[in-house]
């Protein structure tokens, strides 16, 4: 019998099984069985999991470790990490063990040679459509509230440098730590000198705190953030951000995700968790089929040859593929702006 392909599993978010994010495997399998009863793999893949409580709520070292455990158990290609942080601590990890890693968090800087990256949300991205919907809406002034962390910075940055852009001005920004629980003396600085729209940005555990902030001030005009806002299908988080607008990953009009959610009997309650893991799953199934050798550099050269696959994330169009140099997945139009109305996501 053949060796299995074997594809490793990096979990930042949990120091142990199951954790967030334990569903990947279900995704990175429904895509390879595919391929191996369409015959265009043709052995058995084999997946091995390692975890590292990550940034913010862990270490570094954490991920460092999980990464290297991957490593030393002969993966041909590791998925993960899913935090933006985390990826900038793998990023250099993959080029120094030559081992094709497909992250799936937010930042451009988790991208090398060796590093490719489906993007969940954007923190480059994110921010320029976040900037353009406000100025859409009349807004003039925006005040921001973001993590003290690489995240909400670089949030932060691409969203001053768009607002200068378009005439939008971003009138005041506080920081708040990503474990926030309270954000009143935050939210009140700013609403204070006279704004038109609040901003969150950051990784969203400090969400909650800044949309409860606002509401016991009683702010009624615009609210904003990032794909943080993605946490509200959880009911609890959900609650605490309703009538926020957000950025989301998935599309009512996308017929790739429609096709699934048909398939799998998957009603949208489940939010882009299907979209981006089907998404991911084809990348590496693809890969492996076209991989010109079962060897991590044959997995580097497979994942460069995946072109224009229709992508379950965004709007309707946008397509997934790599290339040489070119290690972002997803391409077109794939944030989609949304708002939370009574528990359910509204696309807007």
Known sequence: MAAPFRVGILNDMSDGPPGPGANLETWLRLAADDLIKACRIDRDVEFVHSWGLGLPSGTAAAVERAFAALVDQDVLVIVGPAIGDDARVATPLADHYRVPTINWAGTELGRSEYMFHLQVGSHEDES?????????????????????????RRHLSFLVDEAEAIGLRVAASVSISPIAQHADAQVHSLLDIGIDALVYLGLGLAAPAVALAASQLAWQGPRMM???????????FGDAIDGWTYIDMHSDGNTTLAALRRRMNIGPERGAGPAYGY??????????????????EGLKAGLEQVKWLPAAEGLEGTLLGFGHRDRGALHGRYLVVRQWRGRTSVEV
């Open 279 to 296: 998404d991911m799953g084809r990348l590496v199934a693809e890969a492996l089929a076209r991989a010109p050798e079962r060897t991590r």
């Open 226 to 236: 990032n794909t943080a806002g993605m946490r509200g299908y959880v009911p609890e």
């Open 128 to 152: 320029i459509v976040i900037a353009r919907h406000l100025a859409a809406t009349g807004a003039g002034r925006v005040g921001v509230v973001h993590d003290r962390s690489p995240i909400g």
